[in-house]
């Protein structure tokens, strides 16, 4: 067979040739703005002869620090095309983290939205190797800053070339992207993705039993485009010639509702925090999303309740998935299989509850404590994974030696595999609770928790205890209209049918908000501590 060289840029030519007319719609600050791919792939093109020439070299690290927008979009496109790295900074970390990540990647030049101009005033005599400042803006001139050199994107790509060749040698190893990780402690850690590696993703994303994106869907990644590459979306959506939809900054569940409905939105990505708010605005008002075909759901656990909800009350088709920043991210996903299909709703949700099973390329292992573990939906062990899209390093860092071993991704999740081969996790090594040398999980917990009515979001931690070592707390927030209608006794009586008695909280705290990670997950470790200050104020 030709050996030919699966690289990003090629998937931009696709588009086009085969799709011109296609649109990517993108909400902005004015309002939408509707581009076809030729516009697209025009401005792309001519991003990347001004990127050269602002002195961008094949390698170098370009930095984006935006929403879901066009202009992102065609980063994504012209960075890669001159061989350059994109690197998608997640806009929520905190501003030492921001530093560390671009210092570390050396971005020499940075693509930022308008709105991030204070942050970036502040840090910009530390960051040690950009070169230039390029603002995305949806105003005719920039408003005045004191970063230098800096150039307003469109009056910049302006002046560009919109028939620039893309690079036309590349080696299919070279990176065409890098993404840090949303450590919840410790630095972020770099994960450099390869054009092979995201050429390949793409083709699961297009696979009848993967995602199954094609030309005919319309797609909205609502999932950052800093978090492990919208999860891949937007790569795969211009090279399918799918209608892309992006939300643009700010936006709300009622935005997103909105954007369904207007748009015919087939599917949609985000974690569960995203859905479970759409959820809530589906439920308050109404709005018409019969255009959905999936709601990808991954990041995160998502609730059964919530699953059933989008299905039986919405009749949304919802798609339960897994992945890492080290596995581009998509490698394991919930589909039924045809002859599940005829089992009782009950079975049916929670299989779909599960994270699925491993899509084709990639391979996995589970190992507990005695070696690979059964099949039997009982044992526990670490999930380990290869393949042609699963990171082998980190990006300079010394942890690489902690997750990767004899060639496989340890990937730090505890789970259950069942005879069907359907993975459950059953939570983050770190995060399961140790009761009397037994586990328990919190993701279980939390899951039957959010089940309750008055309940909105319920997060499971395990308190140090003298005899059985951890017990677990939960800690819940409930909804407004059942606030002080509840009590703690209520709760575990509706826990009691569902576990054994030991796994039963020891207590439940009541809060106003759970704390979250940058990219919606809940953050065990701020609670952990927030929970132990409150033990320590009641003496
Ligand atoms: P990140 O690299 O930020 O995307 O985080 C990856 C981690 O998120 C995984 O190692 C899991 O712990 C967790 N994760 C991702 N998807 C799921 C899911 N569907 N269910 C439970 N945990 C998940």
Known sequence: MMNI?????????????????????????????RLTYEEVSKRTRQLSSMLVELGVKRGDRVGT????????LEAYFGIPGIGAVLHTINIRLDPQQIIYVINHAKDKVLLIDECFLPLFEKIHHELTHVEAYIIMSDEPVLSSTSLQPVYHYEQLIEKGNDCYPFIQDLDEQEPAGICYTSATTGKPKGVVYSHRGIYLHCMALGLTDGVGLSEADVAMPVVPMFHVNAWGLPFAAVWFGTTLVMPGPFFTPAILAELIQNEQI??????????????????????????????????????????QRFEEKFNIPFVHAYGMTETSPLVILSRLKSYQTHQSSDEKFSLKAKQGF????????????????????????????????????????????????DGWLHTGDVVTVDEEGFVKIVDRTKDL???????????????????????FEASVIAVPHEKWQERPVACVVVKKEYKNQITKEEIIQFLEPQFAKWWLPDDIIFMEEIPKTTVGKFLKRTLREQVLQHYELKG
């Open 5 to 33: 060289q699966l690289t990003v840029p090629s998937m931009m030519e696709r588009a086009e040739k085969l799709f011109k007319k296609k649109q990517v719609i993108s909400r902005s600050t004015k309002g939408v703005d």
């Open 65 to 72: 620090f935006a929403w879901n927008h066009h202009r992102h």
């Open 266 to 307: 087939t599917i949609a990505a985000g974690v569960p925090t995203i859905w479970l708010g759409l959820l809530q605005e589906l439920e308050n008002n109404a709005y018409e999303t019969s255009s959905l075909r999936a709601l990808i759901c991954g990041g995160s656990a998502a609730p059964q309740s919530i699953i």
């Open 358 to 405: 491993i899509v084709p390329g990639v391979e996995m292992r589970v190992i507990g404590q005695q070696g690979e573990v059964k099949w039997n939906g009982i044992e526990m062990g670490e999930l380990l994974l290869k393949g042609p899209w699963i990171a082998s390093e980190y990006y300079e860092d010394e942890r690489t030696n902690e997750a990767f071993k």
């Open 433 to 455: 609770i140790k009761s009397g040398g037994e586990w328990i999980s919190s993701v279980d917990l939390e899951n039957a928790l959010m089940a309750h009515e008055a309940i």
